[in-house]
């Protein structure tokens, strides 16, 4: 015998999360609890809705299961390959090779902010250098007039001397 009250938070929870509950009824899985590979399997199909319309249904999916004290299928593993093989989010340049493919298994929004983020740095940094390499060269200008006349006036001082 079930609680009446867990059954009904549970078929609130499933009108929250309407999108999968429409598919997994097509498809003849149970959507609560689901299974990680369901998830992917549901992300890959609904792939043409695009990232905007399917993370939201992906997140609804994840505080479905959280709500009622499941396991969230949505974090890591199949459905974050799956998420992240659409919207792709590029692994941030400053990243190894050996880290890019953990990158892909972080959550659609945590790719999204390490990635905007590392953009940020990067951009901040090369601004950096660009100041610097610009006072260099000013520096350098006005350093040279002075070089010119201490280099003139030593050949002068040595010719004089002879």
């Known amino acids: 015998m079930t609680n009446p009250v867990l059954a009904a938070l549970a078929q609130a929870r499933m009108r929250e999360a309407p999108m999968f509950v429409r598919w997994c009824g097509l498809n003849g899985v149970n959507p609560c609890p689901a299974a990680p590979a369901t998830v992917a399997r549901f992300v890959a199909d609904c792939a043409s809705l695009g990232i905007e319309r399917l993370w939201p ?18 974090l890591g593993g199949e459905p974050a390959a799956a998420i992240s093989e659409i919207a792709g989010v590029a692994p941030p340049r400053s990243w190894p090779e050996s880290y890019r493919e953990r990158f892909r298994s972080l959550p659609y929004d945590v790719q999204t902010y390490v990635a905007s983020h590392e953009e940020q740095r990067e951009r901040a940094l090369r601004r950096a250098q660009n100041e610097a390499a610009s006072l260099r060269k000013r520096i350098a200008a006005l350093e040279s007039p002075t ?16």
Do not use: C, F, W, Y
Request: avoid cysteine.
């Open 57 to 74: 249904a992906v997140q609804q999916i994840s505080k479905m299961h959280v709500s009622l004290g499941l396991a969230d299928p949505t």
């Open 147 to 162: 070089r010119n006349k201490t280099e003139n006036g030593d050949k002068t001082n040595a010719g004089s001397e002879t």
